[in-house]
């Protein structure tokens, strides 16, 4: 479990900013990872502002809900840049779903960390064809705190990393759940990837 090395309010004017990445396949608990460390660091009185893509309404158009169906308030953006205008003077900037922003969201993590914030996104590490999800790789590099984290794999048990599409679809980004998609170990995966 993620132990934050700092979570009240700093005395120094000073701020730290930082960069904290959860990333991992469908279904192994990133979003609930990250409302867990949101929900923290309002209870450390931190001011927290969340974020997510206006693509991703899944759940709810506004709110950040993970499968367990633990929500946390949220602004939908349709731009990474908006981020910055909207974190205003606020401790903590929370972001899911971030694959589904252009690779500008590094230059907005940056930004935000370089000012102060911790900065705590959350998304896929990899596509449904098992590649890197841009720009999850550059954001894992510049990142201060890296967690990955695990599903089960549905068809064998054993941990997976890997989100199989269970569709015939081959575009990019489909939003979808258990109807769509399947956490697979590695084997699993390429065993029934065509």
């Given at each position: 479990m993620f132990i934050e090395p700092s979570i009240g309010?700093?005395?120094?004017k000073d701020k730290k900013g930082h960069i904290e990445v959860i990333c991992g396949s469908m279904f192994s608990g990133k979003t609930e990872e990250l409302i867990r460390r949101l929900n923290r660091a309002l209870i450390a009185r931190q001011k927290v502002e969340i974020f997510k893509p206006t693509v991703d309404k899944r759940y709810h158009e506004?709110?950040?809900v993970s499968h367990n169906e633990n929500a946390i308030r949220s602004t939908p953006v349709n731009f990474a840049e908006d981020i910055i205008l909207l974190a205003g003077d606020c401790d903590v900037v929370g972001i899911d779903e971030v694959q589904f922003f252009d690779n500008r969201?590094?230059?907005?993590a940056k930004v935000l960390a370089n000012s102060g914030k911790r900065v705590i996104m959350a998304g896929l590490?990899?596509?449904?064809?098992g590649n890197p999800f841009e720009p999850m790789p550059q954001l894992l590099a510049i990142a201060e705190y890296v967690t990955k984290v695990h599903a089960i794999c549905m068809k064998c048990g054993d941990l997976a990393s890997y989100s199989f599409r269970l569709t015939a679809t081959k575009e990019k980004v489909l939003l979808?759940?258990?109807?769509?998609?399947?956490?697979?170990?590695?084997?699993?995966?390429?065993e029934d990837l065509k």
């Open positions: 309010k700093s005395k120094s506004f709110d950040v969201i590094i230059h907005v590490d990899m596509d449904f064809e979808g759940e258990k109807e769509s998609y399947e956490a697979r170990c590695r084997k699993c995966f390429y």
